[in-house]
Structures are given as structure tokens and as C-alpha cells.
């Protein structure tokens, strides 16, 4: 019998989603809770197993641990791309790679419940509550403020439209954003200086590219308001760890919300952990039922298909 391996299941639920008694008596499954980021560990985990279930970008497939795995045939990620697979190494080694369906609208969600507890102070408000205290804070309103959203895509029309309805001035930028893209969902296209230096939210929407790698950089942080705070429920390298973190520790922006980090889990003693103007939360934009569900669905069908001589959804360069 073939063995698969379902990585990064922090949550010890990705049996639970999906149905995997079609896979009984064709495929041994085992789920491992923890995360590996030692190569070498991760090879030998991995070894005996034939197919592995990886969680989006939570564990790293690059050339190196591929060429170790001699067993591996399938490599399942979810989602539809994987920035973290070397599908090059992939390919030459005969691994079949493939993807799932996903579901929209995750992400926009908890930008919004993280947009929502800075401006209210939840959490410092929640621990008065639980320690016996009453009110310490005096809440912002979103009525009136400005809501700039970089990257106008599936997630940013959603967070645009959300911001709209709270009464916000909603304005957008990205590279090739348009007028008429706009202008479907009600946004205001400006430049990303204008952007940057004039908005009390500033949300990116943005897929990680080079050409995305940085974007917010110290020149940028160095635009917005001292009042301003910085959203980031994409990917985390979109704006300069190092810079950010300087800009929330001298107090040049309000804060920072974010759910997405360069090295994920964050290491222990990051300063993101600890800095009082942050809100962070660890990488559940897409950790929703729903999402779960479509995600190991699909996971079983690629497998059966594969099994079958059949592959589906399959993910190349």
C-alpha cells in the first residue's frame, strides 16, 4: 500500500475535512501536526512516501530536498500555485505536482477583523474585561477615514467594497490598476505616493512576485501617517520586514495588522510577537471551514485520479 504524508496540520483537523475513506485500502495516511524547517529532518520524515500533502507555502520544496526524496511521486499542495515547490526539481525528478480549488474570500475577512480590532482596540479592551478593568481607550471611526487598498484583485474589490460600505473613502493603486476597474467597484484610482501619504489604512491585495518583492519598502513606510496603519494579509516579503518593524518600534506609523510573514511560524523571539502597535495573527486568512473543505476535497480527487493513471489540476511551470 502507498503511504502519503499530510504536512503542517497544526490544527490536527485535515482528516476531518474531506473524504478520505475513499482512499481505504490504497492509501496509508499520516499527518504530522508539528513543522520541520531542517532539510535534513524533513528528508528523513519524509522518505518513506510515496505522495505528500503539503499546506500552501508552509513547507519549502526546493531542488535540495526533492533530490532526497527518492520515494516521492505526487506532491499535492493547496491552492492552485505554491510559490514554495520548485516545480523545475519537480519535473526532472518525476513528481507529479498537483493543486486545488480555493475559495475567495478568506483573506478579505480577516483583513477586516483586523482592521476593525485596531481601530477599536480589542485586544487591550478584551483584557480590561477578563482582569476585571473597564475602558482605557478612545476608539477611531471608520466613517470618513480614508481606506487605501493596494492591489485591486479578487481579495482588494472585496475589502474595497466592505470599506464603502462603512462610509470610508476608498482609493486604489498597483501597477496596472485602471480607471474603469475602479470604477466597478467604487474605488478612486490615485498614485501609490498619494496612497501611501494620505490614508489611515493602507491594505495590500498583491500576489508575491519579484516584482512585488519589497514593494513597501523604508521610502514607503517613511510616506504614511504617523496616524496610519499598514494591512497585510497577502504574503509577507510584499513589504520590507526589517523597515516595518523600525517604523511600528519608533511610532512613524500607528501599527501594523498582519497575518503574513517572511519565515512562518514566526520565530519565537521576532519582534513582531512583542511590539504593543502590532496586531498579528499566524496565517489564518484562508484557515476557514469552507476553505478546508474544497481544500482536502480536491486533495483525495488528485490522489484517486493519480492513483487511476489520470492526474488532475496538475501544476507546472
Request: proline share 3%; net charge negative; glycine share 8%.
Amino acid at each position: 500500500m502507498l503511504r502519503a504524508a499530510v504536512l503542517d496540520d497544526y490544527q490536527r483537523v485535515a482528516t476531518t475535512f474531506g473524504p478520505w475513506e475513499r482512499l481505504s485500502g490504497r492509501v496509508q495516511v499520516e499527518c504530522f501536526s508539528d513543522h520541520l524547517d531542517d532539510a535534513g529532518q524533513l528528508a528523513e520524515r519524509l522518505a518513506p512516501f510515496e505522495i505528500v500533502v503539503a499546506m500552501r507555502e508552509r513547507t519549502r520544496f526546493e531542488r535540495p530536498l526533492v533530490s532526497q526524496l527518492f520515494h516521492l511521486r505526487l506532491l499535492v499542495t493547496t491552492g492552485s500555485r505554491n510559490a514554495a515547490i520548485d516545480l523545475g526539481a519537480c519535473a526532472e525528478h518525476g513528481v507529479v505536482v498537483s493543486g486545488t480549488r480555493g475559495v475567495a474570500h478568506g483573506a478579505a475577512e480577516l483583513t477586516w477583523a483586523l482592521i476593525l480590532a485596531a481601530s477599536r482596540h480589542l485586544e487591550e479592551e478584551v483584557s480590561n474585561v477578563r482582569a476585571g478593568r473597564w475602558m482605557t481607550t478612545v476608539g477611531r471611526d471608520l466613517r470618513g477615514s480614508r481606506l487605501g487598498v493596494i492591489g485591486l484583485g479578487r481579495q482588494g474589490r472585496q475589502v474595497a467594497r466592505v470599506g464603502l460600505a462603512f462610509g470610508m473613502d476608498v482609493v486604489a493603486w498597483s501597477e496596472h490598476l485602471t480607471w474603469e476597474r475602479c470604477a466597478e467597484v467604487g474605488a478612486r484610482l490615485v498614485t501609490k505616493d498619494e496612497l501611501l501619504s494620505t490614508a489611515d489604512f493602507v491594505t495590500l491585495h498583491l500576489v508575491l512576485s519579484e516584482r512585488t518583492r519589497g514593494l513597501i519598502g523604508e521610502r514607503e513606510l517613511a510616506l504614511m501617517r504617523p496616524t496610519a496603519w499598514l494591512v497585510n494579509t497577502s504574503r509577507g516579503p510584499i513589504c520590507d520586514e526589517a523597515a516595518l518593524v523600525l517604523a511600528c518600534r519608533e511610532g512613524r506609523i500607528a501599527g501594523a495588522c498582519l497575518d503574513v510573514f517572511d519565515d512562518e511560524p514566526l520565530p519565537a523571539r521576532h519582534p513582531l510577537r512583542s511590539l504593543p502597535n502590532v496586531l498579528a495573527t499566524p496565517h489564518i486568512g484562508y484557515v476557514t471551514e469552507h476553505t478546508y473543505e474544497v481544500f482536502f476535497t480536491d486533495v483525495v480527487e488528485d490522489i484517486e485520479r493519480w492513483l487511476d493513471g489520470s492526474p488532475v489540476r496538475v501544476v507546472s511551470d
